[in-house]
């Protein structure tokens, strides 16, 4: 059984930080492109970040390019989102994503996916 576990949300604000992290377990970790994405309170769910198998490639949305920085440990099963200089409008529940091809993960048809933790950010 596939599982992907967020952590790492909470509460901050305007201008902190925060990493999320992402276990998985149940898949081949290596084969899988990962992605993050958000989704705020009466909005759709948006695309936030990806990076393929092997962290080499890695494609942000726009609003996020700059602040934030996906990354990979594949010995640990484990795909990262370190957010800085947060924003209000960055408040969202995020999501883990995994899929085998990098540009579904981009298009948010993605395999499989995690529970979500929220991230909000005071001003």
């Known amino acids: 059984q596939v599982q992907l576990v967020e952590s790492g949300g909470g509460l901050v604000q305007a201008g902190g930080s925060l990493r999320l992290s992402c276990a998985a377990s149940?898949?081949?970790?290596?084969?899988?492109?990962m992605g993050w994405f958000r989704q705020a309170p009466g909005k759709e769910r948006e695309f936030v970040a990806a990076?393929?198998?092997?962290?080499?490639?890695?494609y942000y949305a726009d609003s996020v390019k700059g602040r934030f920085t996906i990354s990979r440990i594949n010995a640990k099963n484990t795909v990262y989102l370190q957010m800085n200089s947060l924003k209000p409008e960055d408040t969202a529940v995020y999501y883990c994503?995994?899929?085998?091809?990098?540009?579904?993960?981009?298009?948010?048809?993605?395999?499989?996916w995690g529970q979500g933790t929220q991230v909000t950010v005071s001003s």
């Open positions: 994503a995994a899929d085998g091809s990098s540009w579904s993960v981009r298009r948010g048809e993605c395999r499989y």
């Open positions: 149940g898949l081949a970790f290596n084969n899988y492109a």
């Open positions: 990076i393929i198998w092997n962290g080499g490639t890695t």
